[in-house]
């Protein structure tokens, strides 16, 4: 898949941090030891040619979403980060991990897969003591809304109030109230509640703004 692979390789197997490779159709085609270590695979288990749902973990439940991510990766031709929540290691401890996934290139400029890497995410604060599982995605999931309209659509799944999203905006409530508007004319709702409809039917309500990661706080 790319000329360098044994090098990449090399690399991956010494680092303590999760690092792979998937083709198009989100195939793993490598996973290094402590990203098999952190799906607490079986001995022998061979995890190349296999899509999440034949791994035996958690993960597998997600398998919709994970493959969403990956297509979002492969049109766009740019890297996105993710928050992966889940049971980890042998101790299947529920803890949150960041995830980075690149596009990988032929010589002609051409998606021919994703590479992955991940690390514990030691420093980040929930707004809650326990924490479901989960695959959350940091940036806009498409360009039907602008930013700002879609931290206002994280905002609402959240429960906050206008007055909360405007505090935390630093914008005035009268803002708040025009990116509403905007928000039910690009998608053709007049209401909250179909807002939060659509959100679950179309898999936004997994998206965090990136910029919730310079406080290191993050509401689930």
């Keep these: 898949m ?3 692979l044994p090098q990449f390789i090399r ?21 290094n030891r402590a990203g098999r270590e952190l799906v607490n695979l079986p001995p ?40 992966e929540i889940h049971p980890w290691g042998k101790e299947q401890v ?62 609402v799944m959240r429960g906050y109030s206008i007055k909360e999203m405007a505090r935390l905006s630093e914008v005035s409530p009268g803002t708040i109230a025009s990116r509403q508007n905007s928000v039910f004319n690009k998608l053709g709702i007049d209401t909250l509640a179909q807002l939060k409809q659509m959100a679950i039917a179309k898999g936004w309500d997994n998206y965090i703004p990136t910029d919730l990661l310079r406080n290191k706080f993050i509401k689930l």
Excluded at 11 to 27: L, M, P, Q, Y
Excluded at 62 to 77: I, M, P
């Design 11 to 31: 690399f991956a197997e010494k680092s303590s941090d999760v690092w792979g490779i998937r083709d198009t159709k989100s195939r793993y085609v490598y996973a």
């Design 94 to 155: 529920v803890s949150p991990y960041y995830g980075e996934t690149l596009p990988l290139f032929d010589e002609n400029g051409e998606v021919t897969g994703t590479i992955f890497y991940g690390h514990l995410a030691l420093n980040l604060r929930f707004n809650r003591d326990k924490i479901d599982a989960g695959t959350f995605i940091f940036g806009a999931p498409d360009d039907t809304l602008s930013k700002k309209e879609w931290d206002f659509v994280y905002f």
């Design 2 to 4: 790319i000329g360098s």
């Design 44 to 83: 022998g288990f061979e995890i190349e040619g296999k899509t999440d749902s034949e791994i035996p973990h958690p993960i597998a439940e997600f398998e919709k979403e994970l493959q969403a991510f990956d297509r979002l990766v492969h049109v766009t031709k740019e890297a996105k980060r993710t928050l």
